[in-house]
């Protein structure tokens, strides 16, 4: 099982990105898909997940601002990030926790992809 994201980059305060991530490989069901971000110096922080139910959390920090979504159908999940702010620098990393063709439920990480909100 393989979790490809895309969708980082350079904005300026106010702006908006939004990032994608596909799994793909021996997948039997995802129970949840979701995204983390890690800035430098501190630890890795959950921003939003959301669940195979349609339940989703949000990080209060991002509250508002971000929305996460799925596609069941193609195994992916996006983020949209509108109002960024510089806090928002990070890595950004997807997960997804996914049962897979043997059965066995384990947690899976994309490649992580930059986010940098400057002026």
């Known amino acids: 099982v393989q979790l490809q994201a895309s969708g980082g980059g350079l904005v300026q305060p106010g702006g908006s990105l939004r990032l994608s991530c596909a799994a793909s490989?021996?997948?039997?069901?995802?129970?949840?898909m979701g995204w983390y971000r890690q800035a430098p110096g501190k630890q890795r922080e959950l921003v939003a997940v959301?669940?195979?139910?349609?339940?989703?959390n949000y990080a209060d920090s991002v509250k508002v601002r971000f929305t996460i979504s799925r596609d069941n159908a193609k195994n992916a999940v996006y983020l949209q990030m509108n109002n960024l702010k510089p806090e928002d620098t990070a890595v950004y990393y997807c997960?997804?926790?996914?049962?897979?063709?043997?059965?066995?439920?384990?947690?899976?990480w994309g490649q992580g992809t930059q986010v940098t909100v400057s002026s």
């Open positions: 997960n997804a926790r996914i049962v897979d063709s043997s059965f066995d439920l384990d947690d899976y």
């Open positions: 490989g021996s997948i039997f069901s995802i129970n949840a």
């Open positions: 959301m669940y195979t139910g349609g339940r989703k």
